[in-house]
């Protein structure tokens, strides 16, 4: 069955490290999105890929970049990371350009900046 | 700008109890999807429905239904006869325009007691 994954599942970094959450999808999907999830401010889009070498910034971008080199894969990287991005981090796609179809999220990593 | 509007932070029923979840939005698009994902205690999120910018009927599915009315900008989700597995976060998204991003609420926390 197709699926989408996300790893690692749990990862306790250093302020000030990079770090890059893997997310792998066999859907073969062209969007893919990252999302962090916070209390109070539900689910906010870091950033986005419409297909391979296509990437644009969310609504939270700064601190993070992505890559889209294969459509299968969408890592997400913290370059040097901060407190602030403690979070719950979820991966998603969908199929093309249509606005009807809905995402498919992966089950989430939990980050911990200490 | 697109915005999604979940005013309930929290609800607490007794199960059988028959509950609404709010979602509000906001676009300038006329084209335009909304989904309900619900959330879980154990954090996947899970896909409920989607409904288009163009069809307003109202739909059931089992203990779910949900209402559309484009003149208010409102879509709301409402479980009859509430269960103690119904207890998730559920969020409302929007998405269309031509960056086709998938904006999501802030979620409203369900708790449904036996």
């Known amino acids: 069955d197709a699926e989408i994954t996300q790893s690692p599942r749990h990862k306790i970094t250093e302020t000030g490290r990079q770090v890059t959450l893997a997310c792998h999808q066999t859907w073969n999907h062209n969007n893919m999105f990252w999302y962090r999830q916070d209390l109070g401010h539900g689910l906010r889009l870091i950033h986005y890929s419409y297909g391979v070498h296509d990437t644009n910034k969310g609504e939270v971008s700064d601190g993070y970049s992505v890559s889209r080199s294969n459509t299968e894969d969408l890592p997400l990287t913290l370059e040097s990371a901060a407190s602030s991005q403690t979070s719950v981090y979820f991966c998603a796609s969908s199929e093309g350009q249509l606005m009807n179809t809905e995402a498919f999220f992966g089950q989430g990593t939990r980050l911990t900046v200490v | 700008a697109q915005k999604v509007t979940q005013a309930q932070t929290e609800i607490s029923v007794v199960e059988k109890e028959d509950v609404t979840l709010d979602c509000v939005y906001e676009t300038r698009d006329t084209t335009y999807y909304l989904f309900w994902y619900k959330q879980p205690p154990s954090g996947e999120l899970v896909f409920l429905i989607r409904?288009?910018?163009?069809?307003?009927q109202n739909e059931i599915s089992g203990r779910y239904s949900w209402n559309f009315q484009k003149s208010t900008s409102s879509f709301n989700f409402t479980i009859t006869a509430s269960q103690v597995v119904d207890s998730a976060v559920y969020f409302c998204a929007l998405r269309g325009g031509a960056t086709n991003k998938l904006i999501f609420g802030t979620g409203t926390l369900l708790a449904v007691q036996p």
């Open positions: 409904r288009n910018s163009f069809d307003e």
